[in-house]
């Protein structure tokens, strides 16, 4: 596996593994202060985070960038293009919703995430092979990947405002929580965010679930039920499951507080599945029921 991360890696242009290798170990630094922040929160303000979530993007987004310049296609086919992108969103929608609802603090949890997926990325890059991609390319494939993976850098949001709620809700009920007395965003307002969160992800989902059907249903060279016994499209239609109930849930503000957390967790739970349980068990990417 080794062998084959290095190849891959190594066979980018020498811009792209700086931005790639630099984006890293930005996330990095950037986990490394979301640990001190969270034990020692006198130590450092919450504005670190924010510089370090927005280099990862810069840079990694950078990255995305050059690959989509140089390839002439949306970088979205391979396990690890895709992984990538989520982690930029993840840190872009952060970045937008910590800002907006004054809950920088989120990325206590978020930048080791963003990171994790990173090592994921390199990890998934080892298993790069050299096909011919045209046949699964073009403004469908864009349309379809790239909405899902916003809305799973929603979910990975509302995931990690979940967290938070159960972390201040603990911290409330110990001593610990004097040192943060002040600190962090009131109970109520991290629950706004995972009902906010809740009501973007699910049009998204729902979206790029539909463009995929239909784009399978004229494309695929397989019949459609193969399609639907594909493991990557059984994990996203369960996730879409729990994506409709988070949404139904914050329409009719039906759960509050630790059952309204768990509910977004499970939903991360789900996100990891599809973005990358299949890889682990084995599936072929269910793009290849589209090629010839």
């Not at 809700?169 to 965003?185: E, I, Q, T, V």
Request: proline share 5%; net charge positive.
């Amino acid at each position: 596996m080794s062998g084959g991360i290095q190849t891959v890696i190594n066979s980018f242009p020498l811009v792209e593994r700086a931005l790639f290798y630099s984006g890293g170990a930005c996330l990095l630094a950037g986990s490394i202060a979301a640990a001190v922040r969270a034990f020692a929160p006198d130590h450092l303000p919450p504005a670190v985070l924010r510089v370090a979530a927005a280099g990862g993007v810069a840079l990694h987004g950078a990255l995305v960038a050059a690959r989509w310049s140089a390839e002439g296609r949306a970088p979205l086919i391979h396990g690890f293009e895709a992984t990538l992108l989520t982690a930029v969103f993840i840190l872009a929608v952060y970045l937008l919703f910590g800002r907006r609802s004054q809950t920088l603090d989120l990325g206590i949890f978020v930048l080791p995430l963003a990171f994790c997926l990173a090592l994921a990325t390199a990890l998934l890059a080892g298993e790069v092979s050299e096909r011919d991609l045209s046949p699964v390319s073009g403004a469908a494939l864009t349309l379809h990947v790239g909405t899902a993976l916003l809305a799973y850098a929603v979910l990975a949001l509302s995931s990690a405002a979940a967290a938070l709620y159960l972390w201040q809700s603990r911290l409330l009920k110990s001593k610990a929580s004097s040192a943060w007395a002040g600190r962090l965003p009131p109970l109520g307002q991290t629950e706004r965010l995972i009902f906010a969160c809740a009501r973007a992800s699910f049009p998204l989902m729902t979206f790029s679930l539909a463009v995929g059907f239909s784009w399978a249903a004229t494309a695929a060279t397989s019949p459609l039920r193969d399609w639907l016994r594909h493991p990557k499209v059984i994990s996203a239609l369960a996730l879409w499951a729990v994506s409709l109930a988070l949404f139904g849930v914050s329409i009719r503000a039906s759960y509050h507080g630790r059952r309204l957390a768990y509910l977004a967790l499970l939903g991360f739970a789900g996100l990891l599945a599809t973005l990358l349980g299949t890889h682990f068990i084995g599936a072929p990417p269910h793009a290849d029921l589209l090629r010839p």
